[in-house]
């Protein structure tokens, strides 16, 4: 799939590359910088659904897009129809693509009958979906995990149960409620779920290096491919993995004076399109930028001591040579 036939719904994108909806990651900073650096589609972070409707006071922590990381997948997450369609109003004119949370395994989603939740009562995503479908002229797309844990696996089902109810995609992450993000991503069943439905599939799990994209396009057929914790610190990796797949290319790891400078051009990029900064967030991504170097220990401890933003500057320079 190449150029203008990488679509989902009406949305055209550049490839096959996408940023995973990562929860307390995806500032508009981070997103703005993986889209730069080669991802095709950027998501929110998840946002609930009831904190839209009913938490004016922070709603604009919630909310905060720019034209410039477009195109941008919104992700909600709720159990009342109602109150789904209802958020619609907060975030439809940011969002080229409305993405419904039907994975997240955290326990006190779970305990409000939200995400993963669904994986156990498959029949409740119908109504959200086509509800969500129907009040929008935005492609609806929906996320899962493969079952509740390895003893009911119903991947196949919760994907048909997604398309016929109206979705555009579906994104299948590998992994049961019950591994949370451990073990080992099932890969078989993302192919099966695409052997199953006729709307795109992204394939999302152990994505790691630019081989691991190649691999799964190859071996499960999906028609995209989701990052998630691998771009953590290393939007890069969407550089690396477009030019292996375009070319069979793998480029040279970045030194680590070039992975200073990364991480200043970070610091920049939020100073200039945040609209709510935190320097705890802030010194939160450059520890993560420190990842798969050598002394990262000793380099995010200093990174910890800067009590602000030209203390951190400072210790980026003196860290990484810059």
């Known amino acids: 799939m190449k150029g203008n036939t ?18 307390g990651v995806n500032c508009t900073a ?29 709603r604009d922590t919630m909310i905060d897009f720019i034209k410039d990381e477009r195109p941008l997948a919104v992700q909600i997450i709720g159990r009342d129809p109602k109150i789904v369609v209802e958020s619609l109003q907060y975030i439809e004119e940011y969002a080229d693509i409305i993405d ?25 995503m ?47 992450h590998g992994r049961t409620k019950d591994q949370q993000y451990a073990g080992k991503a099932n890969w ?12 795109p599939v ?12 190649r691999k799964m396009l190859d071996q499960t057929g999906c028609d995209f491919v ?44 939020y100073n200039k399109v945040q609209k709510i900064k935190r320097f705890t967030e802030l010194k939160q991504h450059a520890m993560w930028f420190c990842k798969d170097i050598r002394d990262a220990t000793g380099k995010r401890r200093e990174i910890a001591k800067a009590e602000d933003e030209a203390g951190l500057v400072s210790v980026i320079k003196q860290q990484f040579s810059t």
């Not at 550089?239 to 200073?260: I, M, Q, S, V, Y």
């Open 188 to 199: 078989v069943a993302i192919k099966q779920v695409k052997d199953k439905v006729n709307i």
């Open 126 to 172: 119908s109504k959200i979906i086509n509800a969500v479908a129907s009040a929008t002229n935005k492609p609806v797309t929906a996320k899962i995990r493969i079952g509740w844990d390895s003893q009911s696996l119903n991947h196949t089902q919760q994907a048909k149960i997604i398309e016929d109810a109206g979705a555009a995609a579906i994104t299948v």
């Open 6 to 23: 990488l679509k989902i719904g009406n949305v055209k994108l550049a490839n096959q590359l996408m940023l995973a909806p990562l929860l």
């Open 100 to 124: 419904l949370n039907f994975g997240c395994p955290d326990a006190d989603v779970l305990g409000q009958k939200m995400g993963a939740y669904f994986s156990k009562h498959p029949e409740g």
């Open 202 to 213: 992204i394939g999302n799990g152990d994505v790691r290096e630019p081989e691991d994209a």
């Open 226 to 269: 989701m990052i998630g914790r691998a771009a953590m610190g290393n939007p890069v990796l969407f550089r690396k993995c477009n030019e292996f797949l375009d070319h069979k290319k793998l480029l040279p790891r970045l030194t680590e004076a070039e992975r200073g400078k990364l991480i200043l051009e970070f610091i920049a990029l």
């Open 30 to 58: 981070f997103r703005l910088m993986c889209h730069e650096y080669g991802a095709g589609l950027v998501f929110s972070q998840m946002i609930h659904s009831m904190g839209l409707v009913k938490g004016e006071r922070n």
